[in-house]
C-alpha cells in the first residue's frame, strides 16, 4: 500500500491522537478529527470513528477484569437514539453548516473543560451523556467530551477503561446509523487501512509512556490544539456560509 506525503502526515497524526487517547481516555476524536479535516474531509466521520473503535477494543480487552460495565450501561443504551440524530443532521446538512456546527461543538467542549465543569456521576447524567455523546459522536466525529467529563474526577485509568467500554459499544452503533440513514458513502475503506499503523503504534507507544508519567500532563495540549483547530473549521464554515448566501 503506497503512502503520499499527506497519507504519512494523517498517519502520524492518528499516531499522536491515539497516544493521547490510550493514555488519559480521552484525545482521539478531540485532536485527530479536526486536523484529518483539514487534510482530506473524507476522514470526517468514518475513519476517525472505526479508528477510534479498534483502539476501545485493544483497551477493554487488557483491562476487561477490571471493568464496571454496569455502572456504564445507561450511556451505552443511551447513545442509540443520540447516534440516530447524528446521523440524520450528518446527511441532511451543508458542508459549511457542519463547519460551524462541528467547530462550535469542539469549543464549547475546550471551555468547559477549561471552566472544569462537572455533574455527579450517576445513572441520569450517564444517560444524558451517552445520548449528547451518541449525537456529536456520529455528526462530528467528537463524542468523548459528554461522556469524558463526567469522569473527570475519577482516575485516570477508570476514565480511560470505562471510556473504552462505552466506545466499545456506541460506536458501532454511530457507525450503524450512519449506513442505515445514507451514510454508507461515509466510511472510506482505504483510508481507514492506511491509518490502522497508526493505532498499533500508537497504543505501543502509550504503553512506554505509562511508565515514565503518570499525570494527566498531556491534557493542556490537547485543549490547545483542539481550541486552534475548531477554530479554523469555524472559519471555513463562516466563509463557506457567506459564499453559498
Aim: with cysteine; aromatic share 10%; net charge positive.
Amino acid at each position: 500500500m503506497l503512502y503520499t506525503p499527506i497519507d504519512l502526515l494523517a498517519l502520524l497524526i492518528v499516531t499522536c491522537s491515539i497516544v493521547v487517547q490510550a493514555w488519559v481516555g480521552i484525545g482521539f476524536g478531540l485532536l485527530a478529527a479536526p486536523l484529518l479535516y483539514l487534510i482530506d474531509p473524507a476522514y470526517m466521520p468514518g475513519p476517525v470513528l472505526v479508528l477510534g473503535w479498534m483502539l476501545s477494543v485493544v483497551v477493554v480487552l487488557k483491562q476487561r477484569h477490571t471493568l464496571n460495565w454496569r455502572r456504564v450501561l445507561p450511556a451505552i443504551v443511551a447513545r442509540l437514539p443520540g447516534s440516530w440524530c447524528g446521523a440524520l443532521l450528518l446527511v441532511s446538512i451543508a458542508p459549511w453548516q457542519l463547519s460551524l456546527f462541528f467547530g462550535g461543538a469542539l469549543l464549547l467542549a475546550v471551555w468547559l473543560s477549561v471552566r472544569r465543569y462537572s455533574v455527579a456521576l450517576n445513572g441520569y447524567s450517564l444517560t444524558v451523556a451517552g445520548f449528547l455523546s451518541g449525537i456529536l459522536g456520529t455528526a462530528t466525529s467528537v463524542g468523548g467530551p459528554p461522556i469524558a467529563l463526567l469522569y473527570q474526577h475519577e482516575s485516570r485509568l477508570t476514565a480511560r477503561n470505562e471510556i473504552a467500554a462505552f466506545f466499545l459499544i456506541g460506536t458501532p452503533l454511530s457507525i450503524s446509523m450512519l449506513w442505515l440513514n445514507g451514510g454508507s458513502e461515509l466510511l472510506d475503506g482505504v483510508l481507514i487501512l492506511k491509518m490502522i499503523p497508526g493505532v498499533i503504534v500508537g497504543f505501543w507507544l502509550s504503553r512506554r509512556l505509562e511508565r515514565v508519567f503518570q499525570k494527566d500532563s498531556a491534557r493542556p495540549a490537547i485543549l490547545f490544539i483542539s481550541a486552534i483547530s475548531a477554530l479554523v473549521v469555524l472559519w471555513q464554515g463562516i466563509t463557506g456560509g457567506l459564499a453559498a448566501a
